[in-house]
């Protein structure tokens, strides 16, 4: 896997809506930037081979990252996979829907639920959001959140940005009713 | 003592660090870390005139910017010891004066401590700029004790997605370990004579 880059971002937040939090709220993304393993080949019927030999190290790379940045317990996680202009979503998607990257994160985090992704084309330095949700119950309203980046010189056109996004807590002043409340 | 937080009017703190593997599709001899943490605060000067002493409140909010900023900045490179080179930012929301981020960023107040928290010796390089949340600035970096070190001319970019609202500012501190990926335009001691004489073809 031929990685070019790898981008952390953390966000911590203070004060939301004029006031100050009881304790500041973290967010944590950790994307490498890789080379997209299908770029140049034309229209790859068969993803498998690709997604076998990239997709878990990409997951072993990413998991413990984005925790260590977080520096924290995770409640609320996602995924991104951002393709750069000559490439399929197909790609993007080939690398991040699938267990063998996935499980990575969920074990590191003792999570169980389902990832919440975002999948997209764009050109180098284009804006994403990742969405998150909690890790154990993705009906924890207050854990519904999302993060936006942007890394200024990525993905190339035969590129693929793969990220994941953990958030120690849930919104900062997070106060909906839960689900529960509405049924 | 008075909280922090609410004393410089912090809303949010954005650490943005990254690491060059390949480039050119070869390895770097020596990897560099860079990052940048940018601090989002109330502007303290919002609808006060050109005529408003700014003194004050720049010698209250700029040490504590300063001390926020590269504690952050050295716990995400490593150490003072493994920073290299070094830059600062301003981005002062629409409701701001430019005078304003020079306030924060271009006094003893915050350049002086800036560069003896990251032990370095050199004037820091900068930018600033008036914008609207999520413009991305260009923050310039250079040696932070050999400023002519040609090597580490580099720049970062920061942004903050929601940032800086029209009555905010960002204020920002960056800082690399490295040089370029794969420097070899020389240095001054390198560089032959160039002037108008010496060239074949002068520019006209």
Redesign the interface.
């Known amino acids: 896997m031929s990685v070019r880059r790898i981008v952390t971002v953390v966000e911590e937040i203070h004060a939301e809506g004029g006031r100050e939090l009881d304790r500041p709220a973290r967010i944590a993304v950790v994307a490498a930037v890789i080379e997209n393993p299908w770029a140049g080949q034309g229209f790859v019927e068969d993803l498998n081979p690709g997604i076998d030999a990239h997709a878990s190290d990409l997951g072993a790379l990413l998991a413990p990252a984005v925790l260590d940045a977080l520096e924290a317990p995770a409640e609320a996680y996602g995924k991104a996979a951002i393709v750069g202009l000559d490439g399929e979503i197909e790609h993007g998607s080939a690398l991040i829907h699938t267990l063998k990257f996935g499980d990575h994160f969920r074990k590191a985090a003792n999570a169980a639920t389902l990832l919440p992704a975002v999948e997209k084309r764009g050109p180098t330095g284009v804006v994403f959001d990742i969405p998150l949700k909690h890790i154990t119950d993705a009906t924890i309203r207050s854990h519904h959140q999302s993060f936006e980046v942007r890394i200024s010189d990525a993905p190339h056109p035969n590129e693929i940005v793969v990220a994941l996004a953990a958030a120690a807590q849930g919104r900062p002043q997070q106060r909906l009713a839960p689900l529960s409340t509405e049924q | 003592m008075e909280?922090t937080?609410?004393s410089i009017g912090?809303?949010?703190?954005?650490?943005?660090?990254?690491?060059?593997?390949?480039?050119a599709g070869e390895a770097p001899a020596r990897p560099a870390w860079r990052a940048s943490v940018a601090a989002v605060i109330r502007n303290p000067w919002v609808a006060s005139g050109p005529s408003t002493d700014l003194s004050l409140e720049q010698a209250r909010i700029a040490p504590v910017l300063a001390k926020l900023l590269t504690d952050r900045l050295i716990a995400?490179l490593g150490g003072a010891d493994e920073i290299e080179s070094f830059g600062k930012a301003a981005i002062v929301g629409t409701a701001g004066e430019i005078e304003h981020a020079g306030a924060l960023i271009h006094t003893p107040y915050f350049g002086n401590l800036v560069r003896e928290f990251l032990q370095g010796e050199s004037i820091i390089c900068f930018a600033d700029t008036r914008a609207e949340a999520g413009e991305?600035l260009i923050i310039p970096l250079w040696h932070k004790t050999h400023a002519a070190t040609r090597s580490h001319y580099q720049t970062i970019?920061a942004?903050v997605?929601?940032g800086p609202r029209a009555d905010e500012l960002v204020v920002i501190a960056a800082a690399s370990t490295g040089p370029r990926p794969h420097p070899r335009i020389g240095d001054r001691m390198t560089d032959p004579v160039v002037t108008t004489e010496t060239l074949e073809v002068v520019p006209s």
Do not use: C, G
């Open positions: 909280h937080d609410e912090l809303r949010k703190l954005v650490l943005y660090r990254d690491v060059v593997l390949t480039e995400s991305s970019s942004r997605s929601d």
